[in-house]
């Protein structure tokens, strides 16, 4: 039987989740809008919030049938039901479906990638919260359009990357997402015209800031428990390096120290290398 890879992104937005929650007492997934707000743990449901309601002023006025792609835990899809909307969420992990199915029990939820999703009657909205990104770019508005009704719309909130990454230096890896040009390019092929669109990429640099912080905790915390076992257990500690060693290759050791001890994940970068877009496209 062929080894099965990990499933890393899966694990990462189950851990994110269970965090957040932990920190926000909600089970929100998504960058928060940092304007005029200090950037700390305890400011971010306030942050998020704000987020949300920035992204439903794009919502049409009246309720709307809604696919919520990659809906997180369903914490969005809760907040479309209580305003009218009817909701169907498309989440490819198994917690995260099970969580939505918990938030918003109310909406019709897809166990699946969007790519396999078929539907069964068109909807008014298809909204990308922070899961454009995890599309094929050949796959995320052209199916969508066959999907809409005739007046349909869809909402892109989401990171894409500024041709500066291409020529970034390793330590400052930032955010992610479709190349913006490439996007352009796809979206000018498309009967769609966007009728908002706005950059709020410094509004939410500061998520990043405090997601790299998070992590230095976590670095102190294991350097600190390194430099003891270095100086009271040095076999133990030899014998634990050995099988790191031997279990995480030398490239992701060096990619876990940045992420862990340095502090490349900066506002500033993300500003540099990602522009992160609210979007309300018209079929046209």
Known sequence: MAKQKLNTQAIGL????????????????HYGLWTDLEVTAGNLRTAQDRYTEKLFELLPTTPCRILDIG????????????????????????????????????????????????????FDLCLFSESFQYIPLKDGLPKCLTMLTPKGQIIVSDCFR????????????????HRET??????????????SEEDITKAVAGSVELEQALFNVFGYGIGRIDDELSAKRPKLRWTLNKVIRALISERKRVKLDQRLNQQTRSAENFCMYNRYLMIRLDRV
């Not at 189950?14 to 997934?29: H, S």
Request: proline share 6%; hydrophobic share 40%; charged share 25%.
């Open 14 to 29: 189950d851990i994110g989740l269970a965090f957040t929650k932990w920190v926000t007492g909600a089970e929100n997934l």
């Open 162 to 177: 500024t041709p500066a990454y291409k020529i970034q230096p390793k330590a400052a890896t930032v955010g992610g997402g």
């Open 71 to 122: 809906g997180g835990a369903g914490e969005t899809a809760a907040k479309l039901l209580a305003l009218g909307h009817e909701v169907e969420i498309v989440v490819p992990s198994d917690f995260l479906a099970e969580r939505c199915r918990t938030n918003a029990p109310k909406a019709r939820v897809h166990q699946m990638m969007f790519e396999d999703f078929e539907h069964s009657k068109p």
């Open 182 to 195: 490439l996007f352009r390019d796809l979206l000018a092929e498309q009967p769609l015209r966007i009728t």
